[in-house]
């Protein structure tokens, strides 16, 4: 796809043109003279003659050889000829505005399906269709329907929504923010957030990166491409369909399938996209990141004229992951040395409702030049003798000569409002309130430390594929959905897992014998290929300390399996020796995400993970670190290092699992899920205790995602 030619073509065609104003085929010829458009713009219409002065040609067929780009707003069944004829001139790209395909059934799923193949057998890079269309203000291009020209900027925005386009648009408009790219993605069809990513990463007009998704195409994709631009830019997204409801809207919108929430939050995390929950926020950012440097680190210095109010702002920052800087004892002189008596010279530092331009400007000063603080947000209420604009310009002149990234908050509206406006002409990143300005700096300093992250390492797991891969066609060949504990012991053999010494005895005697070789005491779990969740059916029973115990529990197990699930097969018991003491039960798992693949899940375990919900997540292939962080994103990670004098767990050992599952989930698609729970761990070692793996019996043929 040349896309170099999409965003800055030199011949553009609208097919579809049309003489008569309000139409979507004039608003294009009118966006495009009006964006100062300096290549040559071709009216098609099979009517002729001219319009807006310009000569029209009659047919797609007609127009030159190798034209750079196409916008087709012509009725939907016209649509698929135009792009045929547009193939045999090669042309280079195409917009396709009209609507009425995926999104609105499966005749119209039929048609974008055909348009997506001619666009990829012939290297046309095709946008839409259902969109707005696209703008390159750097370029003099308005290839949209859209209402309003937005000035140059440093910011370029996709979006899944048309009508979220204009919407924001307009508002931008009323907010004098400026674009670099605005694109209107629509139903996907070729074009998407990752070739988005792809190019505006490159993009040397753009400076940050916006996004609206409401699902992502191809997942593994989309996490190679943000990974990389995230290192360079900030990339800024909304991801709607959060919800059953959201998803379905989703659905009925755009033709897409919303994907796991969990898995979209590993996606973003992993690949340093920043996520936020709504537009304001979005654009908050952006302001932020446009015109502010990264702090070099997390301490926030704040200069206030009321004590409320930085209060406020510093329960925001301990809610963050920034810190409230500690002012050095110089800085504290400085400060004490002009402001009043009863001033608040510790951070936040409160230097009274009575200051003036200058008492402001000699503290942000003084904070300022505090070496311990990174970042600075100054906060202004609007009591009776504040100089709101004179405050506003000490700031702005401020921030100019500072390479530490500057904050205010004017609290308000109409009496800052001028001071707002200076602010912002400024390029100071002004808030209403504290917390937002808090979250922006926050993300600032994030996206500083994904800068600074070392390339990601994918070790090596050592396996026996082909032993594993027998397991799973044995399984398949039989027709069963699942593979449990006494039939998936092989396959934790074959990557090297470690797990209790496990035997499986077929009747009492066998049991007695099988616990005598392990050594007392022993556990006995019902062995069945269709009872999964043991404990639902009784069938497990622990600390079984003699050969008498054995025998009665083996005899309680089965006979209450048999009873409470008679379609199952019952093979026997497993014997596993009791878990090392001193352990701790946690979960390790995967569940295969439709846009994304396996998305791992790590938490504590045993009986009430369903209940608890303490679980984080990450998408396969994990790196080492993101098997490091996984670990310590649960709440309950304290559990794990140890309270009042316990011994921390292995935690390297519970990694090694993590990375083995990760590569397990990857080697095998039909793999629909699985889970180790509980895998036991104390100070010295990790088990796989239990095992569960749910089979796709129709999944795909590939064996490998390698």
Known sequence: MDLQAFFEPRTVAIIGASDKPG??????????????????????????????????????????????????????????????????????????????????????????????????????????????????TGHGVNASFAAGQPSKGPIAFFSQSGALCVAILDWALGENIGFSKFVSLGNKAALDESRMLEYLGRDPDTKVILGYIENVEHGQEFLRQAAAVTRAKPVIMIKSGTTAAGAKAASSHTGAIAGSDAAYTAAFRQSGVIRVADVESLFNLAEAFSHQ?????????????????????????????????????????????????????????????????????????????????????????PVASVEVEATAQVIVDLSRRSDKPIFACFMGKKQVAPGRRILQEGDVPCYAFPEPAIRSIESMYVHALNRARPEPVYPEVARDL??????????????????????????????????????LARGSDEAVAAAEAIGYPVVLKIASPQISHKSDVGGVKVGLADAAAVRAAFFDITTRA????????????????????????????????EQFGPLLMFGLGGIYVEILKDIAFRLAPLSRADAFEIVREIRSYMLLKGVRGEQPVNFKAIEDIILTMSRLALDFPEVYEAEFNPVLVNHERAVVADVRMTLHLNGPETHSQE
Do not use: W
């Open 562 to 593: 048999q009873r409470l699930r008679r379609d199952a097969y019952i093979a026997g018991c497993l014997v596993q020796e009791m878990a090392p003491k001193g352990s701790r039960e946690v979960i390790i798992g995967f569940k295969r995400d």
């Open 466 to 503: 082909e032993r594993a891969r027998a397991v799973i066609d044995r399984a398949v060949t039989r027709g069963l959905s699942e593979i449990v504990e006494f039939e998936a012991q092989e396959l934790l053999a074959a990557y090297d897992l470690p797990t209790p010494k496990t035997m």
């Open 293 to 381: 440097p990264l702090p070099r680190g997390p301490n926030l210095g704040i200069v206030t004229n009321s004590g409320g109010p930085g209060i406020l702002a510093a329960d925001a920052c301990e809610r963050s992951r920034l810190h409230m800087a500690s002012l050095s004892p110089t800085t504290i002189a400085k400060l004490q040395s002009f402001l009043p008596s009863f001033a608040a010279l510790y951070n936040p530092v409160d230097i009274i409702g009575d200051s003036d331009p200058a008492r402001y400007k000699q503290a942000i000063e003084a904070v300022l030049t505090d070496p311990m603080v990174h970042s600075l947000l100054v906060i202004l209420t």
């Open 23 to 136: 139409k979507i085929g004039h608003t294009v010829v009118v966006n495009m003279l009006g964006a100062g458009f300096a290549g040559r713009l071709i009216p098609v219409n099979p009517k002729g003659g001219t319009i807006e002065g310009l000569p029209v040609t009659t047919s797609a067929g007609d127009l030159p050889k190798g034209l750079d780009l196409a916008v087709i707003a012509v009725p939907r069944d016209a649509v698929l000829p135009a792009l045929r004829e547009l193939v045999e001139i090669r042309a280079k790209s195409a917009i396709v505005i009209t609507a009425g395909f995926k999104e609105v059934g499966k005749e119209g799923f039929l048609l974008e399906r055909d348009m997506a193949a001619l666009a990829a057998e012939s290297g046309m890079a095709l946008l839409g269709p259902n969109c707005l269309g696209m703008m390159n």
